[in-house]
C-alpha cells in the first residue's frame, strides 16, 4: 500500500534529504585521488549525526557502514573500504539520514581526477535519465511512464538498465512501496498522485544491464565488470509535478571550481 504524504510529512523527507545533499558536498570536497571509501564514510556518518540526525543506512538490513560506495563496475551496495581512490575511477556515493522520523536518501557517481571519455558520457547520460524521469513524474502519467521514459534514453544511448534494484517509496521507512524501476512499459503501473514521494535512482551500465552480487553479500557488479552509474534525488509529487527534495547544488559547487582549476 502507498503511503501519501501531507505537506507536513513531506517537508520532514525534504529535512532528512537536504542532510544528505550536504553530505554529499562534504564528500565532494573530500574526494580525490587517494582517498578511501572508508575515510568518507567515517567523515558522513560524524556530519550527519552533527546535524541532529543518524546515518539512515547504518544497521538496517543489518550495513555496516554510513555510505554505500560503488566503485567503477559496483552498481549499488559497495561497502567502504581502506582501498585508495585512483585517478580515473568513478564511485557512487549513496547516502542516506533519518531526523524527526523520516528518511532521505540519495546518491551521486563521482569521477576521481580525469576519466576516459566514455565513462564521463555514460555519467552525463545517466544523470540526464534522472532528470527525465522525474519530468516524467507527474499526475498526467503512471509508473511505467517514469520507468519508460529513463529506459528509453539510456538504451538510445546503448546502456544497459539495470533490472534487478530499483528506486522505492520512502517516508518513515527508508524502502516503502511503491517500487520505481527504471524501465517501464508506457501507460502502466500504478498511477502518480499528488502526495507521492520517491525515491527516483537510475543505474545505468556502460555494457550489459547484467549484474552480480559479490560474496560479500552486499556489492553489486556488473557481469562484464564494464562501469556503472547510479544518480538519485528523493521527489514529492506537488500540484501535479515533481518537487525535487535533495539536491546536487552542494556538490555541483565543489566539483565545477575543481574542474575549473
Ligand atoms: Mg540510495
Ligand atoms: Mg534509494
Keep these: 500500500m502507498i503511503h501519501y504524504k501531507s505537506a507536513e510529512e513531506i517537508e520532514l523527507v525534504r529535512e532528512s534529504a537536504q542532510i544528505v545533499s550536504k553530505t554529499l558536498g562534504l564528500v565532494a570536497k573530500e574526494i580525490k585521488p587517494g582517498v578511501t571509501p572508508f575515510y568518507l564514510d567515517k567523515l558522513a556518518e560524524e556530519f550527519i549525526r552533527d546535524h541532529g540526525a543518524e546515518p539512515g543506512f547504518l544497521g538496517l538490513y543489518g550495513c555496516p557502514s554510513t555510505l554505500l560506495t560503488s566503485v567503477n563496475e559496483a552498481v549499488v551496495h559497495g561497502i567502504p573500504t581502506n582501498k585508495p581512490l585512483q585517478e580515473?575511477?568513478?564511485?557512487?556515493?549513496?547516502?542516506?539520514?533519518?531526523?524527526?522520523?523520516?528518511?532521505g536518501d540519495h546518491a551521486y557517481t563521482f569521477q576521481i581526477g580525469e576519466v576516459r571519455f566514455e565513462v564521463k558520457q555514460l555519467l552525463k547520460v545517466t544523470l540526464e535519465c534522472l532528470y527525465i524521469g522525474i519530468e516524467a513524474t507527474n499526475t498526467?502519467?503512471?509508473?511505467?511512464?517514469?520507468?519508460?521514459?529513463?529506459?528509453?534514453?539510456?538504451?538510445?544511448?546503448g546502456y544497459g538498465v539495470v533490472r534487478e534494484l530499483v528506486g522505492h517509496g520512502l517516508g518513515k521507512a527508508m524502502h516503502e512501496s511503491p517500487d520505481v524501476p527504471n524501465y517501464g512499459k508506457r501507460g502502466k503501473g500504478q498511477r502518480i498522485k499528488n502526495g507521492l514521494v520517491i525515491a527516483i535512482e537510475p543505474m545505468i551500465n556502460l555494457?550489459?544491464?547484467r549484474v552480480k552480487q559479490l560474496s560479500d553479500g552486499w556489492t553489486i557488479v556488473t557481469a562484464d565488470r564494464l562501469p556503472s552509474a547510479h544518480f538519485e534525488h528523493n521527489v514529492a509529487v506537488v500540484n501535479g509535478k515533481a518537487e525535487i527534495l535533495s539536491t546536487f547544488d552542494f556538490v555541483e559547487e565543489v566539483t565545477t571550481q575543481r574542474l575549473a582549476v
Design 88 to 103: 580515473g575511477d568513478i564511485i557512487s556515493v549513496d547516502c542516506g539520514a533519518k531526523k524527526n522520523g523520516y528518511y
Design 207 to 209: 555494457g550489459t544491464r
Design 140 to 157: 498526467s502519467n503512471r509508473l511505467g511512464d517514469v520507468g519508460y521514459a529513463i529506459q528509453q534514453h539510456a538504451e538510445s544511448h
